[in-house]
């Protein structure tokens, strides 16, 4: 029985070592025909940085949401003002009285913090739309810059340690987009 398991032993470590071998020798095929991609760069965040529409975005995600804005600074004002009231007056004022005017600014505190986070969470979830739009602008851009180019394989900057400003194509990406 010990024999019969150390020939299977030996057939499993043979069989290892065939698929390892034949692994390595498909990898490095594979490392010959990738030399023969034209790869090149781009800096989407830099062409992100750069878009005149990103401004232009601001300010109308700017319009969206400024009446709901100022409708939260009226609404934080007069919180504001009831509390320092409630301050300042706690001390002359009749017990029922001052728990029923802390049992409103609590509700109101509680209405106000909901709003704004609603507010928050539209503001940021617009303006992820219209980031993303843009991307995807850019990404559109950079595949008509590389199939015009000849290329292969177009790969983000910062994902790459290094790489040659030769295959840069930043710049015609940001025209196209532009």
């Given at each position: ?13 043979l ?27 781009v ?43 409630l ?45 993303n ?24 900057a ?7 400003a ?11 987009v532009?």
């Amino acid at each position: 029985m010990c024999r019969l398991y150390m020939s299977n032993f030996k057939e499993l470590k043979l069989k290892r070592w065939l698929y390892a071998t034949s692994l390595c020798m498909m990898l490095a095929a594979s490392a010959n025909a990738e030399s023969a991609y034209k790869i090149a760069t781009v800096k989407v965040s830099s062409i992100f940085q750069q878009l005149s529409q990103r401004e232009m975005l601001s300010k109308q995600l700017e319009k969206e949401f400024n009446g709901r804005a100022i409708d939260l600074q009226k609404q934080e004002t007069a919180l504001q003002s009831k509390m320092q009231k409630l301050q300042h007056d706690s001390s002359i004022m009749q017990d029922n009285d001052r728990a029923n005017m802390e049992k409103e600014i609590m509700a109101q505190r509680d209405a106000f913090l909901q709003k704004a986070q609603a507010f928050e969470e539209d503001n940021r979830r617009r303006q992820t739309e219209e980031n993303n739009k843009l991307l995807i602008r850019i990404k559109d851009a950079v595949s008509i810059v590389a199939k015009n180019k000849g290329y292969d394989l177009v790969i983000d900057a910062n994902a790459v340690a290094y790489s040659s400003a030769l295959n840069d194509i930043t710049a015609q990406v940001l025209k196209q987009v532009q």
